[in-house]
T-cell receptor, first 114, second 113 residues
């Protein structure tokens, strides 16, 4: 089966611009997660969808970040307006049902804000 | 809040050397513990896990034992290969929120022939 895919693989934008990241989970996976790794630091949880509903968005840093999962398939994460501290690698992961810790990760989108 | 601390890298080893990557955690209650691995250009993959004290997770020659008394989950391998070169992440999930993974900073392993 195809793995989790993310687009784009790399994005370079200027401060104040808008960027939208996309994640396509593994087909049939109801759970979709977004994480972020700022340079050299830990990977931090952002939010969790179950189908199209936000189950947990406790990790979203502020209201400049908007995540959607219309129709319960792919998800987008929009940053508007982007700030320098938003630079990092954004990972998406998916899982089917309750599989403790077994999340399938995409390769990540590297976002650079100049 | 709950957290994971890993040894800083990079860890540089010759092929067939013994590997230890240290991981300790802080958590309320009894978390589940995981090691994930990220090979170059790929997403993170679950390497092994342990869900309760004294459990040993193992996979591909790697092992880690859940030590409640020392709040540790150190990763070990007896003989590393060049193909083991990757970034290794220790992680936990809280018993009351098992879907949310809390990661350490990652440790890069470089194995040379």
């Amino acid at each position: 089966e195809a793995g989790v895919t993310q687009f784009p693989s790399h994005s370079v934008i200027e401060k104040g611009q808008t960027v939208t990241l996309r994640c396509d989970p593994i087909s049939g996976h109801d759970n979709l997660y977004w994480y972020r790794r700022v340079m050299g630091k830990e990977i931090k949880f952002l939010l969790h969808f179950v189908k199209e509903s936000k189950q947990d968005e406790s990790g979203m840093p502020n209201n400049r970040f908007l995540a959607e999962r219309t129709g319960g398939t792919y998800s987008t994460l929009k940053v508007q307006p982007a700030e320098l501290e938003d630079s990092g690698v954004y990972f998406c992961a998916s899982s089917r049902g309750l599989q403790l810790g077994k999340q399938y990760f995409g390769p990540g989108t590297r976002l650079t804000v100049l | 809040g709950d957290s994971v601390t890993q040894m800083e890298g990079p860890v540089t080893l010759s092929e067939e050397a013994f590997l230890t990557i240290n991981c300790t955690y802080t958590a309320t209650g009894y978390p589940s513990l995981f090691w994930y691995v990220q090979y170059p250009g790929e997403g993170l993959q679950l390497l092994l896990k342990a869900t309760k004290a004294d459990d040993k997770g193992s996979n591909k020659g790697f092992e880690a034992t859940y030590r409640k008394e020392t709040t540790s989950f150190h990763l070990e391998k007896g003989s590393v290969q060049v193909s083991d070169s990757a970034v290794y992440f220790c992680a936990l999930s809280e018993p009351y929120n098992t879907d949310k993974l809390i990661f350490g900073t990652g440790t890069r392993l470089q194995v040379f022939p």
